[in-house]
């Protein structure tokens, strides 16, 4: 029996996609398509069949993931309804390539939530408790601002199956699905120096692609690019750490500062890693010793430190129709727990004086602590429907912890006149190898905290602008037109970029804020864990 299959493959040294159509050769007991270079097989629900599924089939069977050896890989071209075989450089490759019955929400466009090895889907109820989704039923929508989630059940705990509750304490992770998407640029972003702030936020046109797509690649305001994020690891999305990584087992905020002592002890702490509400923040951690426990805890999935960009994307995708696109309200528990919200939206920034506020101490900037999982007298905890004002849709589904709480440093490097990077104290490049390039941003050298053009379209810092300083009380602070957050960019002196502020930083923090540091471990700086794969 004969059928012809387009294979699309991406070679290697010549970064280009070549259309190819093979013959797919079977025998009674043999389905697998044979070609000089690859030998393909495809599988539906687990079972082996003849050839790709038809487009637009009744039973509602999508692409779901491809993996090959020989360094090869899969990603799926929705346009063209064909698979891409990249890095095909070994005459005797294998790739196997996986489609199931799905939901999906034709308006990603191809840029589906991908559930491979230990991922469960996940259903977030109006309580905040789980139910383990059925992938055949709809379980996310994007038009209504539901993003997907997902989680990494306990070692040991076993999947209970579709429609099925998950009890919280069988969960360690919960991922946020971010669909890859192209955005009109809404600013120029020249902007060097301080002048005066202005009502610059707005809703962000974006519109979901697959990896398939021609790139957009505007570089000027109203013209259309696809989001930077999404091409350094050619993904169809990311998977985002729900909350601020956290310390297992973690008995205090004290307990939950730890910096591993080399790269071994970093891969082995992975294990204490924890992705959940009501948890300790991991802090007073390396930068890199950051990058390398989260680089050990899912490497099946790819999984890293947060890039400034990744950070963008999520800031991007909220301030779309596709999220709540308006003031995320901080995490405010000083005891740097996850998933808390404020009770009121601050009023002012950071000041270490009470002199503008007039009655209860700290009544414009409040802050307090609590027990894991109590509401505290100005903080509520995440089980409380109140704290979805800190979530990025105004509901369970969204991503937390993005305004206070810890500050969380990204992926991103100055490189100098030389082409080297600054690390800092960071440990990258010492304690810790430098990673491949595809795991931080680059940003040009300079010894200006105000050179902010220096910014990428897409990263949430370069579009924000204009900026300027002010006073609250004694403290002078730097800001932004997007909610008057922190804006002080990396330098030669101060090379490492941290996001989102803190717990006590008042209107200065928020997911447009930025700060920077030298990446040491501070016991008020943490980080978040993204998965990148296909």
């Known amino acids: 029996m004969n059928k012809k299959v387009k294979i699309i493959v991406i070679n290697i040294t010549a970064i280009i996609l ?112 789980v139910t383990r989704a059925d992938e055949k039923e709809k379980w996310y929508s994007y038009s209504e601002q539901k993003w997907a989630n997902a989680v990494i059940l306990n070692d040991g705990v076993k999947d209970p199956g579709a429609n099925n509750p998950i009890a919280e304490s069988d969960i360690e992770s919960y991922f946020v699905w971010i669909p890859r998407y192209r955005y009109e640029i809404f600013d120029d972003g020249n902007y060097n120096g301080l002048t005066s702030v202005q009502d610059k936020v707005q809703i962000i046109n974006i519109e979901f692609e697959n990896i398939g797509t021609p790139l957009k690649n505007g570089s000027s305001k109203k013209e259309w690019l696809t989001h930077p994020a999404f091409t350094s690891f050619n993904t169809n999305g990311i998977w985002v750490g729900k909350f601020d990584t956290g310390y297992k087992d973690a008995a205090n905020t004290k307990a939950a500062e730890v910096n591993p002592t080399s790269e071994a002890d970093a891969k082995n702490k992975a294990s204490q890693v924890i992705i959940k509400p009501n948890e300790y923040s991991w802090r007073g951690i390396q930068t890199g010793k950051a990058y390398a426990v989260a680089r050990a805890y899912a490497e099946n999935l790819n999984s890293h430190s947060m890039k400034n960009m990744e950070w963008g994307a999520v800031a991007y995708l909220q301030h779309s129709k596709y999220g709540s696109h308006e003031s995320i309200r901080n995490n405010n528990n000083s005891n740097y727990l996850t998933g808390y919200a404020a009770l009121k939206e601050p009023t002012i920034g950071l000041t270490n004086t009470n002199e503008l506020c007039n009655t209860t101490p700290l009544a414009c900037n409040e802050y307090s602590s609590s027990d894991k999982g109590k509401d505290g007298e100005y903080t509520v905890n995440y089980f409380n429907k109140a704290s979805v004002v800190a979530s990025t849709t105004n509901n369970y589904s969204g991503i937390y912890d993005l305004s206070g709480g810890a500050w969380e440093n990204v992926m991103a490097l100055i490189e100098d006149e030389n082409g080297n990077y600054l690390t800092g104290r960071s440990g990258l490049g010492t304690d810790i190898p430098l990673p491949d390039s595809r795991y931080f941003d680059v940003y040009s050298n300079s010894n200006d905290s105000f050179s902010f053009s220096r910014g990428h379209f897409g990263d949430a810092i370069k579009e924000m602008g204009p900026f300027q300083s002010v006073k609250y009380g004694t403290q002078t602070r730097y800001i932004s037109s997007w909610y008057k957050d922190e804006a002080i960019f990396i330098t030669s002196n101060s090379q490492i970029l941290s996001r989102g502020g803190g717990y006590r930083y008042g209107s200065d923090s928020g997911m447009f804020a930025f700060a920077t540091n030298d990446g040491y471990a501070y016991d008020l700086i943490g980080f978040r864990i993204v998965l990148a794969f296909n």
């Open 18 to 129: 070549i259309s190819i159509i093979n013959l797919l050769t079977f025998t009674k007991n043999e389905k697998i398509i044979n070609d000089e270079n690859l030998d393909i097989a495809f599988y539906e629900d687990g079972n082996l069949v003849k050839d790709i599924p038809t487009k637009n089939n009744e039973e509602n069977i999508y692409f779901d993931y491809g993996e090959c050896d020989n360094g090869a890989s899969v990603i799926w071209n929705e346009e063209q309804y064909a698979p891409l075989i990249k890095n095909l450089t070994n005459s005797n490759t294998k790739c196997r390539i996986y489609f199931k019955q799905k939901y999906v929400e034709k308006i990603l466009n191809g840029a589906y939530p991908i559930i491979k090895d230990n991922l469960i889907p996940v259903i977030i109820n109006d309580d905040g408790t």
